[in-house]
């Protein structure tokens, strides 16, 4: 596709030079395939692993590298890659939607990630979005980092979950009180005092007394 303008000129668009990175070599064979169909985009080289794709990058100076990073050794290539060519993009493909390696991998400064389920779906798009200056996550990237920022918001700050009467009842029992001193002091039934009981340990994932004493003490409801 030439660039629109005049007739008579002979200005083409840059072709965005690629080094794939996978151990697997029929991954790498179908990324190629996919890359060189479109029509300004070339695979200049492929690597199965860590040290060999520095020295590709080294000696093509690509514009972006598609890696496969399964371990802390691929996110330090990425920031040996982004250290030494700043002008070098780097797309991560991972078969791990753990939040954890996404954030890593973020933080590392890929400028997307993408589950390898999808990858033959969402490449280009993503190399597309990387060259713009956009960052590029695919969809189950993203729900992963959104649960996960929910339930890290959840965990700050989990007594606001909690009534008052919770958290007299787990400071009673943090106080080492049995069912029936609590019952009476609450003025309920012995019973009621166990389904309560039994209701907050589910609430709060706690499965024992132990648990629920440990958490009073952790969010500070009790001082140990």
Do not use: W
Request: charged content about 25%; some cysteine.
């Amino acid at each position: 596709m030439r660039i629109a303008g005049g007739g008579s000129s002979n200005m083409t668009t840059k072709v965005i030079k690629v080094v794939l990175v996978d151990k697997h070599q029929m991954v790498r064979a179908g990324l190629r395939h996919l890359i060189e169909q479109q029509p300004h985009m070339q695979v200049v080289a492929e690597s199965n692993d860590s040290r060999s794709a520095l020295e590709q990058v080294k000696e093509h100076v690509p514009d972006l590298v598609l890696l496969d990073i399964p371990d802390e050794n691929r996110l330090n290539a990425v920031r040996q890659i982004l250290a030494n060519y700043p002008g070098t993009k780097v797309i991560a493909l991972s078969s791990d939607p753990a939040p954890a390696l996404i954030e890593d991998a973020l933080e590392a400064g890929v400028s997307g990630y993408v589950l390898k389920e999808n990858a033959f779906e969402e490449v280009i798009r993503a190399i597309q979005a990387a060259m713009a200056g956009k960052l590029y996550l695919c969809p189950e990237s993203t729900t992963a980092l959104m649960r996960n920022r929910q339930q890290k918001t959840a965990d700050a700050a989990p007594d606001k979950r909690l009534s008052e009467r919770e958290k007299l009842l787990l400071r009673l029992v943090a106080d080492g009180l049995h069912n029936k001193e609590i019952a009476s002091l609450l003025e309920v039934t012995t019973k009621s005092v166990e389904t309560y009981r039994a209701r907050l340990q589910k609430k709060l994932n706690c499965v024992s007394t132990a648990g629920l004493i440990r958490y009073s003490i952790r969010e500070k409801i009790v001082v140990a």
